[in-house]
């Protein structure tokens, strides 16, 4: 036997041997497949409008994300003095390296975008109940560990837009009484972003992030094996016990499974192809840009500080947020709704009511607070008048809404909680698109570029 031949033998034992020489090559291929993927799964999870592929699509876009921003760093430099340099050398003199450095941009701007819309579908199957309430947790692990190295990455260029950027986000905390200031300095290694806070982010950005990502994915994963496999879809007249025919996980699972990754790979490689990642002058800590942005998923929080008290804005609205998506899963529903889109068909048209609703009330707050309250505003911004009022007001509003969707559509626990999130939810869109698309210099609110 030479030496390839052992080295095989090792990877293939035996029996796989004897099988690999009756059967061919294919064989092995599906067994090492398949310590990966269940060998068959249920006919009904494979429907494209349970999943829209959106995990798989997830999945996809970490690992370019891997990929990529491993070959990144052979050409990165993380200091202010050589941050910037390394980026413009990598665009123009390295074979490819704008492309790179597009395909991994957009793959984690994408990778937000993919992320939320999963979270979204989980939550409006359902598939967040027992016995998945834990894989929901890791879910929300997941979440964080996508925006914070988006967040970490962001400043690594060291350009104005990145050195501003993380200065506005940071300097947020400064409103958090007691522990802010000492928290931003912390995060920052300093009072400003300096090379400290360089070093620290990408410290954070490629080791700390990808080994926390490395170790929560296979965890979600195994979860859901753990559970069965995926959510089974159903119509609300259907039987919940309903499963459905079991079908071979090879090819119909994997050929789609590989299907939807070349279609991710396509829209991302034609996508850094025609479009650049921008790349603004030089980080000058001494010329702000007006106006002064946080990297866009932030915007929601930037925006509510324009409206709330820090306190509020920073510390009590995301804090109950959090608190009520971790508790989700573990509040007792009277109704097993899993695989059930909206609940039921009552609770669909609550969700579009709670959109509606939501878009309009977010808008015309944002209106009133801009061009009454503020104009109108004689002292300084206080905890009262911009704190406990404001959300003393938010408050009521949501309670009411609450009560009455309850009432009047005579719903369960599970379609009025779905509303509340869903006016929470969209509240939140609307003030990042506000945040991003309107609001111009000295973050004015403007009407168009
Ligand atoms: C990096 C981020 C994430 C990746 C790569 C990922 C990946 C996946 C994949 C591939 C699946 C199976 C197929 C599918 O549902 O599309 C799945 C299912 C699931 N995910 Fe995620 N996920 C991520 C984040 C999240 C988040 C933010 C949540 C919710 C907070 C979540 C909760 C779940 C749950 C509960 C399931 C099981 C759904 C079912 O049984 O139908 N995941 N995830």
Not at 34 to 41: E, G
Not at 349 to 378: G, H, R, S, Y
Not at 402 to 408: C, D, F, G, N, S
Not at 419 to 444: D, E, K, P
Request: aromatic share 14%.
């Amino acid at each position: 036997m030479n030496i390839l031949q052992r080295i095989r033998l090792s990877v293939f034992p035996d029996k796989q041997e004897a099988n690999q020489q009756k059967h061919g090559k294919r064989k092995n291929f599906r067994s090492f497949l398949l310590h990966f993927r269940p060998r068959s799964v249920p006919e009904r999870t494979l429907k494209l409008s349970l999943t829209w592929g959106l995990g798989g699509m997830a999945a996809v876009l970490l690992f370019l994300l891997f990929g990529s921003g491993l070959m990144l760093k052979f050409a990165y430099e993380p200091s202010p003095g050589k941050a910037y340099g390394s980026i413009v050398y990598l665009i123009n003199q390295v074979p490819f390296g704008k492309l790179l450095r597009n395909i991994h941009r957009w793959s984690a701007n994408g990778l937000i975008f993919v992320v939320f819309l999963h979270y979204l579908r989980v939550f409006y199957t359902s598939a967040y109940a027992a016995p998945r309430q834990f894989n929901w947790i890791i879910g929300l692990v997941l979440f964080s560990a996508v925006l914070l190295s988006n967040f970490t990455g962001y400043l690594l260029p060291w350009d104005q837009l990145a050195y501003w950027a993380i200065t506005i986000s940071t300097s947020m905390l400064d409103y958090i009484p007691a522990v802010g200031t000492g928290l931003k300095e912390w995060i920052l290694g300093g009072s400003e972003p300096g090379p400290k806070t360089l070093i620290n982010f990408y410290a954070i950005h490629t080791a700390i992030l990808p080994i926390l990502l490395l170790f929560f994915l296979p965890f979600h994963f195994w979860r859901i094996r753990k559970a069965n496999g995926l959510i089974i879809p159903r119509s609300p007249a259907e039987d919940p016990s309903i499963k459905g025919e079991m079908i071979d996980s090879m090819p119909h699972l994997i050929m789609r499974e590989v299907a939807l990754a070349v279609v991710v790979l396509a829209v991302i490689l034609l996508t850094a192809m025609f479009f650049n990642a921008p790349l603004d002058d030089i980080a000058n800590p001494g010329l702000s840009p007006n106006p002064t942005k946080a990297p866009w998923y932030f915007m929601g929080i930037q925006e509510m500080l324009m409206h709330f008290h820090p306190v509020f804005a920073l510390l009590v609205i995301p804090g109950l947020l959090l608190f009520g998506l971790l508790s989700i899963p573990y509040i007792s529903y009277e109704t097993n709704t899993t695989g059930i889109w909206f609940c039921s068909n009552k609770g669909r048209k609550m969700v579009l009511i709670a959109v509606i609703f939501a878009t309009l009330a977010t808008v015309a707050a944002v209106l009133f607070d801009e061009f009454v309250v503020v104009a109108n505003q004689t002292g300084p911004a206080n905890m009262l008048s911009n704190g406990l009022l404001p959300f003393s007001v938010v408050l009521a509003v949501c309670i009411g809404f609450y009560v009455l969707i309850k009432r009047v559509f005579n719903a369960t626990n599970n379609e009025a909680v779905q509303a509340l999130f869903t006016l929470l939810i969209t509240s939140f869109v609307v003030l990042t698109v506000i945040g991003v698309w309107f609001r111009g210099t000295g973050m004015q609110l403007m009407w168009g570029a």
